[in-house]
């Protein structure tokens, strides 16, 4: 298992009957989790003093129960600050596990030694975009909503690269890369972190399993001859690791590498267990295995 364990300012104290209890800087919230089908004692004072508490209904969603947490706050991994809040369906902006994948691809931006072009498509508020930034990358930041682009912005002013060169993009994923083959654009890396079910801004219906191997493949076209690396995210339940690695090693089979996949965690304060927070397929350019 891939594990994200250099966080500062995020942990997982405990987790126990179906909920997992967090610290976001200095706030504590509790919020539900599928993979959480245990129950043991819920001992650590968290449980009873929460900033916030996300209750699941039986009927589908939920809601949000406050205590003393502001209406938006930050945190920092290394050099990098986002701003979170609690919004619908138990999110806050931010996915802490996906940080074991920054830290890799980050890696491989600063010792390429060459300009690196990449791809974010479902880029969400922004947590790859920015480290892929950081690391030296010129990035194209994709997402439907115009809200969590707008937020991935002031996430890189707040963390100093308000000038960086990153490319704002308001749009359907599909269609963006279906127009980007035509226009000729060719990109060194792609990182795709799709949901398991959403719609584009006009409307269009994405689901994972009929579309993110399609998806793959139109990115595959966008790629330059000798691509730095190709990264896909799930948490759908359904596509395990070697289901990723297969999708990457067919859709990519002209380019030589190395493709790797696994189950991405985050350690468990408590326990000293690991949470598993769905999985990654890597590809990595250059030696073929």
């Not at 490319?167 to 890369?177: A, G, H, L, N």
Request: aromatic residues 12%; hydrophobic residues 40%; charged residues 20%.
């Amino acid at each position: 298992m891939w594990l994200a364990d250099n966080w500062k300012d995020y942990e997982v104290i405990d987790c126990s009957g179906g909920e997992k209890l967090e610290r976001w800087g200095t706030h504590i919230l509790i919020r539900p989790d599928p993979q959480v089908i245990w129950d043991t004692p819920k001992t650590a004072s968290g449980w009873k003093k929460p900033a916030a508490h996300y209750h699941r209904s039986s009927k589908g969603g939920g809601e949000w129960e406050f205590f003393n947490l502001p209406g938006q706050w930050s945190i920092h991994y290394g050099t990098l600050t986002f701003q979170l809040k609690p919004f619908h369906f138990k999110h806050t902006g931010l996915f802490p596990e996906q940080a074991v994948n920054w830290n890799w691809f980050s890696d491989k931006i600063k010792k390429a030694g060459r300009p690196v072009k990449i791809l974010n498509l479902f880029a969400y508020t922004g947590g790859a975009t920015l480290a892929a930034a950081a690391a030296g990358a010129a990035v194209t930041h994709v997402d439907a909503s115009k809200g969590m682009v707008t937020w991935a912005k002031e996430n890189a002013v707040c963390s100093g690269l308000g000038e960086a060169p990153i490319r704002w993009i308001v749009d359907d994923c599909v269609k963006f890369t279906e127009r980007e083959i035509r226009r000729g654009n060719r990109y060194d890396a792609v990182i795709m972190d799709p949901p398991s079910y959403g719609r584009g801004p006009k409307g269009e219906i994405w689901k994972i399993e009929d579309c993110i191997f399609p998806l793959i493949r139109l990115c595959a076209e966008l790629l330059t001859e000798k691509p730095l690396f190709f990264l896909v995210n799930s948490y759908t339940t359904g596509l395990q690791p070697a289901v990723l690695a297969y999708m990457l090693k067919t859709a990519l089979k002209r380019h030589r590498g190395t493709v790797t996949a696994d189950e991405i965690g985050l350690p468990v304060k408590m326990s000293g267990l690991i949470l598993p927070c769905g999985a990654s397929g890597r590809f990595e350019g250059g030696t073929i295995r």
